[in-house]
């Protein structure tokens, strides 16, 4: 009951009742259920809580691939992927969105799985490419990388750090 109270509140993007229905499918024992997390996570996220987001995907249940797959379906295990991928953007863990959201895109090739893997990428590549510019001694470059990746996710926290250090490191 809880669950389709969470699915319906999230396609009218209610995150405040996706985020209470989930909750409360958790603690009625659906502890066990990788899309409830997945919901309770994705509401945090839109709800602005990037850090519990993260914390709800770390506590939810981690099933392979495969297992996923049987359980939910090739749609289900994309979708619950895509929201996977969310979170690890938001909480700057890069290198682990780009591997959720290629997955969910090879899976079931929605627009929002694909849309949500250029966007993962579009972040990891400037971090890796501004971190071998700097280390390279290339501070401008590494600069204006890191403010490139910014166009994707102007506030990330990580590419924001790094360009303020490595701004620093310029001018001394």
Not at 55 to 81: E, M, V
């Amino acid at each position: 009951m809880h669950l389709t109270k969470s699915k319906e509140a999230r396609t009218v993007r209610d995150w405040e009742s996706v985020e209470e229905e989930s909750h409360l499918a958790i603690s009625s024992g659906a502890d066990s259920s990788p899309q409830i997390y997945a919901l309770k996570a994705e509401a945090s996220l839109n709800l602005g809580k990037h850090q519990e987001a993260y914390t709800i995907i770390q506590k939810g249940p981690n099933y392979d691939t495969n297992l996923c797959i049987q359980f939910l379906g090739a749609t289900g295990c994309s979708d619950l992927l895509t929201t996977k991928a969310q979170v690890y953007m938001a909480a700057s863990r890069f290198e682990e969105a780009v591997a959720a959201a290629q997955c969910a895109a090879k899976l079931d090739p929605t627009e929002e799985a694909k849309a949500t893997a250029e966007r993962a990428l579009a972040l990891a590549s400037p971090r890796l490419e501004g971190n071998q510019l700097f280390k390279s001694l290339r501070f401008s470059d590494a600069l204006k990388v890191y403010t490139e990746g910014l166009q994707h996710q102007a506030l990330n926290s990580v590419l924001l750090c790094n360009r303020h250090q490595r701004t620093c490191q310029q001018i001394v």
